[in-house]
Every structure is written in structure tokens, then in C-alpha cells.
């Protein structure tokens, strides 16, 4: 398979099975991708996106939880958010005066102990354009029933 250019979603499942255990993104990343190369993280786009312009900012090292990045790593981390996000601004991917693509979606889910999907437990960040809509499938329409003290210290 062809790896130097986005492919559909369809195709990701036959990827993990090519790596046979080895972590996604500590294989050899598709240079065709490739955006910008950072000291710590690379920014490139997603060889299997969910959306139109996604793309993904992942660490160079193996680490799963974003509260281990270094001091060096975070603070180009938050440097190279603010150059992606002047990017999809200036080639007009995202704008504000849009009804729709009005921000960057930026998130991540920490993996680290999800043992069903170990072969992504390497942190990264999934960048797009949130489109009106794009996430609504995710809204829970009871969110607002939670307990909202359960992260606050002391709970």
C-alpha cells in the first residue's frame, strides 16, 4: 500500500496489522506527509484522516501521557499550535468571518492504560478545521447531569 499520501479510514485496521505490534508512530513516518519537522514533535498530515486538513503533531519520543513532555518539549509544543493554527488561518482553511471551519479543532486521547488499542498509546494531537456540526455525534445530551466536583482537588 501506497503510504505517501492520505488513504481512506477503511484502510487503517490493515496498517496496525502490518506493523504486527509496533507502535504507529514510532515506525518510519511517510515523508510525502510530512509538513514541518520540529526538534521534538513532527507535525504531518494524517495518513488517515477524519476530516478534510487533519492533521497530527507527534512527540518524536514514545511517551503517552502529556504530562511527562519535558519543559523543552511543551514550550515548542505551544510554538508550533500557534504556527499551525497562523497556517490554516493564512491559506484560508479556518476564518473567523466563516459560518463554518471558524476555529482549529485541536485534542488528544491519553491511551496510556487503554489496553484495547495499545498500538496508538503514543502521544499525539489531531488538528482540523471544526466544521459546524463536526462534532456532534460526540455530544452527550446529559453532560450536564455530571458531578461536577470530581476533579477538584480533594474529591
Known amino acids: ?7 481512506p479510514r477503511s484502510a487503517y485496521p490493515k496498517r496496525l496489522e502490518e506493523l504486527d505490534g509496533e507502535c504507529v508512530f514510532c ?7 510530512l509538513i514541518e519537522d520540529f526538534s521534538y ?25 502529556f504530562g511527562d513532555l ?10 508550533i499550535i500557534k504556527e499551525a493554527e497562523g497556517r490554516y488561518r493564512k491559506n484560508g482553511i479556518i476564518d473567523k468571518d466563516l ?24 502521544l499525539h494531537l489531531h488538528m482540523y478545521p471544526d466544521f459546524e456540526g463536526s ?8 453532560a450536564h447531569l ?3 466536583n470530581k476533579l477538584r482537588k480533594g474529591s
Open 135 to 142: 462534532i456532534k455525534e460526540t455530544l452527550d445530551p446529559e
Open 146 to 148: 455530571e458531578d461536577i
Open 70 to 79: 519535558t519543559d523543552a518539549e511543551a514550550v515548542e509544543f505551544k510554538n
Open 41 to 65: 514533535w513532527t507535525w504531518q498530515y494524517a495518513l488517515f484522516p477524519y476530516h478534510k486538513q487533519h492533521t497530527l503533531l507527534i512527540l518524536k519520543r514514545h511517551c503517552t501521557e
Open 1 to 7: 500500500m501506497d503510504y505517501s499520501k492520505p488513504l
Open 27 to 33: 515506525s518510519d513516518i511517510p515523508k510525502g506527509l
Open 99 to 122: 459560518p463554518k471551519r471558524n476555529q482549529l479543532f485541536i485534542g488528544w486521547r491519553s491511551r496510556a492504560d487503554n489496553k484495547s488499542k495499545p498500538k496508538v498509546a503514543h
